[in-house]
């Protein structure tokens, strides 16, 4: 009784003692900012566009699951994922679930940078110059682009595959959105309106954006992505003439060596003559999952196959990033604990301009010949004396191998690919080559509809 009273009195005594520093203790919390006070300077608006950059640095995006999911859906044989997360595996058998918890994870976080850059995009008159209203209106269309260009592709089907104005696509959101109500339950826009914007969003950012912008993204990123648009639409002329403009600005130099774009004496990798853009990673700042799945210093849950090695002609310095380890391959292009991604350089610019000259018929900034020896010949190989479709195919496969491009060339050259557990034929337009909308999603938005297939 008496330990009863003791605790009763010492309570008392504490509640008083609250009670008089109340005004003390009532304090702003400093985890979260009321959206009326966030956004009201021009310092606020550029620290948002940063958290922007921070949104695409996501492990569930260009931190590498989204280049990895959609590279281990489209492989042929390429690679083998060894590991036991179930997720990849289920990427690799093309028998995606519609709770797998990366394709939702995928499109959750595409949809948080959405939300950063509409934010952004809502608050540019705060801005202080105009100069820098355009600057950061460019930067934050570029990303938003960049964002809906990869969800289209994953979550619908392709430019080619049926009717694009007719395909359901992805929602487009465009404005911020702060609370959650009823007219936040968006349905699908379809795959041609998507593209659509996008353009629209490149164009105007490719007019507004520096040419020089650090580690940020410039106008060259731009129009890098609209060459990559272009490509994937069949738009060919639009496409090299895309490529052409980041090519001929001279900003970029390709490396002495290809794997100059990939290796570093310290846990570190900057970016090159080579980077029109990536994502910046850090100790500090973002994450590389490629790092964490592709080497053999880490999990080594991929494994180069045979096959793949195989197509390198002999003395192709490509060869060289990728080590034989007592009898397994293993790729040394994310060894790099804190290694920047690479999202885009200069060598993809040349494979595109090289391919879509030669199926325009045209000679925009060079010959398609030219261009495929100026890769060659980084390469340590010899000139070729003419050029096929096939060979320029073959280029590009070799050199962006393993960077998430896989999955937007198999559809776009109609080629297919194979089920890893029977070794049947799966073609380019198989529902099982498109993500399903994520479960979770289905359950929380009635006006979302699912992909055939799932």
Known sequence: MK????????AAVLSGGLLSCNNQLNVQPVSQIDASQALNTSGDVQAALVGCYTAIQSANLYGGYLQFMSDLLADNGDESFVGTFSEPNQAQRKTLLVANGEVSAIWLAAYDAINRTNNVLAN???????ALQAS???EARFIRSLVYFDLVRLYAKAWNDGTPSANPGVPLVLTPTTTVTSASSVARNTVAEVYTQIISDLTKAESEMPQANGFFATRYAAAGLLARIYLQQGNYAAAAAAANRVI???RYQLNANYSDNFLSNSDLLSNTSEDVFAIQISSQSGANQLNTFYSQYRRADVEIQPQFIRAFASGDDRRSVYENV???????KYDVLYGNVKMMRLDEMYLIRAEANFRAGTTVGATPLADINTIRNRAQLSSLTTVTLANILQERRLELAFEGFALGDLKRTMQSTIDPLNG??????STRLVFPIPLREINANPSLTQNPGY
């Open 124 to 130: 540019t008159g705060k801005l202080s110059t105009p």
């Open 424 to 429: 049947a034929t799966i073609p380019w337009n």
């Open 3 to 10: 330990r009863i009273v003791i605790r009763a009195l010492a």
């Open 326 to 332: 007592q009898g397994t391959y293993y790729t040394n």
């Open 136 to 138: 950061v209106d460019g």
């Open 248 to 250: 001929a600005s001279g």
